[in-house]
C-alpha cells in the first residue's frame, strides 16, 4: 500500500498514513498526533537511485553547517536533509526534536523539557559536548 505524507494545519505536525490506492479519495484522514481532521497532504519529492557513497559525499560539504546553532528552524532543515540522505527512519523522537526545532524552540530548551530524550545525560551524550 502506498504511503501518504500529510502535514496537520492545527498542532502543524508531520505524519504519514498507509492508503490503498481505492481509499486515497474516500478515507477521512485524521492527525496522528492530536486527532484533528484539519491536514493537508504533502507533496513528496521526486526520488533519484544514488549510491551509498554518492549520498554520504553529498553530506561532506560541512560549509553550511555554520551559525546552525544560533538557528533552529536552519538546524532542523539540516537535519532532516542528512536524514533524507541516509534513507533511513530515524524514529519518532528525531521527528520530536526535528518538529520542535521547526517552532523556533532551542535545543536547550528542548533538553530541558525531554531530558531522556538523549539517554541518561540528555543530548550532551550522543553529540559529543565535552
Known sequence: MPTYPYI????RKRFSRF???ADYEKAKVTCAHCGSPDVQRRIGRVRFARSEDSRLDSLGDLGDLEGLEDDPRAMAKAFRRMSSELGEDAGP?????????????????????LPDLGGDGGFGDDFGDD
Do not use: A, D, K, M
Request: net charge negative; charged share 30%; aromatic share 8%.
Open 8 to 11: 496537520c494545519r492545527t498542532c
Open 19 to 21: 492508503l490503498t490506492y
Open 93 to 113: 523522537e528525531f521527528n520530536e526534536v526535528i518538529n520542535r526545532l521547526e517552532s523556533g524552540q532551542s535545543p536547550e530548551e528542548i533538553e530541558q523539557e
